[in-house]
């Protein structure tokens, strides 16, 4: 079998080897993977929730072991590779402890016309799930979907980025080693783009996608031939937004991290910022203050993906070319494996560092009359997945987010929604669509099913030849005057 070397992004040291799985190989774990799913259903809402609280210890004991991998994999500090771990702990324990209260079968109103019967609805798990996950974050992103997904009753054949695959092997062999009678539940497949592709076309029940709006756009063109369901992430444009009266400090700190932390490979990172002019100049000051003393290599890992550096630089270019202005680094910033901190400021809303997803640690700082045409701008971008709002008051802030296109957003914060497993996860447009974490993101894992239990025999029974027509139609006629008056 062919294999592939993944290297260090920081050093380009060899980290090790890995196979190429084909169509054969995914076939084969996806059938193993169906025949554990059928076995993890009948273990129940309890036994399912011990297994993965189990699993979630022992990957807590293991935190510096996965940490190391993750780091070495991405180049990012241990640090941040540790916090990662932490929130892919925090969102595996609450989908294990909430599933059975969202999924289970509960009684729905049955209406006036049907009150002989008795409604339930339940959820029943799809089966096999297909999860592609991301290198900016192999542990924290696809948890997202596996962990939800065996919460709600699947099993899971993952396929990690080809320049992170030594987390998704580690995490499937952390699971047999924690849950060994339910050892083929998540299994991890491994190679490039062709092996996602496999696994799209593998029979999987659904996928769960993480990357780029074209990656995106071929694997539904695949999955939409055999009319498999697709749950795609595929980042944002994030805005964050600052009103008169905000504190900017707090401001200039939170576009700081959300810009800059993971070399701003963050797909709910912040790479626009709107705001008011009688407050944007002192917040430009506070932001290149900030950033200035941030170090590449320390504050932050290199470049994952190494053609990034050249989107990253494409973008500075042409935005100071076409009237922008940089009081913090510029094109010369791009020293690879490294990119130093960028604040760029007044671009041009046409300028691709204003509409393309620049995943690379830059902050575009524009001018606005008000909040209201910070608002507009925001929501003019072709992303909708995160934002952020900086307001005289809580109150006034909260009144902004209503008015956000994206389907999540901070007050007073950025990202403050990644660490609240409750909450549900992803955007529209193209960011993708469908939902990851919270009670949506179990269901997104689910079938809902309807079942109906007759209580007893109706005055009129509508479903039956045998009953007296003109029962029927005095029946009806009651449910048109009702409809009809009220």
Same mark, same amino acid.
């Given at each position: ?83 990662e ?11 294990a ?7 289970r ?101 659904k ?53 800059m ?15 008011? @002019?009688? /407050?944007?100049? !002192? ?5 290149? *203050?900030? +950033? $200035?003393? &941030?170090? =590449? %290599?320390r ?75 910070a ?11 995160? @934002?952020? /709002?900086?307001? !005289? ?5 909260? *009144?902004? +987010? $209503?008015? &956000?296109? =994206? %389907? ?5 914060s ?12 992803g ?38 030849f ?21």
């Amino acid at each position: 079998m062919a294999t592939f070397a993944v290297r260090s992004p920081a050093t380009g040291d060899v980290l090790g080897e890995h196979p190429v799985h084909g169509p054969a190989e995914v076939a084969h774990a996806v059938v193993r993977g169906r025949g554990a799913a059928a076995r993890w259903a009948g273990l129940g809402w309890t036994g399912r929730r011990s297994r993965l609280l189990a699993w979630k210890r022992s990957l807590a004991r293991r935190m510096d072991e996965f940490a190391g991998v993750v780091a070495a994999e991405t180049g990012k500090p241990v640090h941040d590779a540790r916090a990662e771990v932490l929130l892919a702990l925090v969102h595996l324990d609450w989908a294990a402890r909430n599933a059975r209260r969202v999924l289970r079968v509960r009684r729905v109103p049955s209406g006036a016309f049907a009150a002989h019967q008795r409604a339930l609805l339940g959820h029943r798990p799809l089966g096999v799930i297909g999860v592609i996950g991301p290198w900016n974050y192999p542990l924290y992103t696809p948890m997202g979907s596996i962990g939800y997904a065996l919460a709600a009753g699947n099993a899971v054949v993952h396929k990690p980025s080809e320049l992170t695959p030594g987390t998704g092997v580690l995490l499937a062999e952390s699971f047999a080693d924690a849950v060994p009678d339910c050892a083929d539940l998540l299994l991890t497949v491994t190679g490039p783009g062709s092996t996602g592709r496999a696994l799209a076309e593998s029979g999987v029940d659904k996928v769960a996608f993480t990357g780029a709006p074209g990656t995106a756009r071929k694997v539904a063109e695949v999955c939409a031939r055999s009319l498999t369901p697709l749950l795609a992430e595929c980042g944002g444009k994030d805005a964050v937004l600052v009103g008169e009266g905000a504190d900017l400090a707090a401001a200039a700190e939170a576009v700081v991290w959300g810009a800059m932390a993971n070399a701003g490979q963050t797909c709910a990172g912040v790479e626009r910022v709107y705001a008011v @002019a009688s /407050v944007h100049e !002192r917040l430009c000051e506070l932001i290149v *203050a900030k +950033a $200035r003393d &941030l170090a =590449a %290599g320390r504050a932050y890992g290199p470049m994952t993906l190494p053609t990034q550096l050249g989107v990253v630089e494409r973008h500075m270019k042409e935005a100071l070319a076409s009237g922008a202005r940089a009081p913090l680094g510029g094109p010369e910033s791009v020293a690879a494996p490294f990119v130093h901190p960028v604040v760029l400021v007044d671009v041009p809303e046409d300028s691709p560092a204003m509409t393309e997803e620049t995943f690379g640690p830059v902050v575009a700082v524009n001018r606005v009359r008000d909040l209201d045409e910070a608002v507009e701008r925001a929501n003019a971008s072709a992303y909708a997945l995160g @934002a952020a /709002v900086f307001a !005289r008051s809580r109150v006034a802030g909260r *009144a902004v +987010a $209503r008015r &956000l296109d =994206a %389907g999540a957003v901070s007050v007073d914060s950025v990202l403050g929604f990644a660490a609240v497993p409750s909450l549900p996860f992803g955007g529209t447009g193209e960011s993708g669509y469908g939902r990851i974490h919270g009670a949506e993101g179990l269901r997104a894992f689910s079938v809902p099913r309807s079942v109906t239990v007759k209580r007893f025999a109706p005055y009129a029974d509508l479903t039956s030849f045998a009953t007296d027509p003109a029962r029927a139609a005095r029946a009806v006629e009651l449910g048109r005057r009702l409809h009809a008056r009220f």
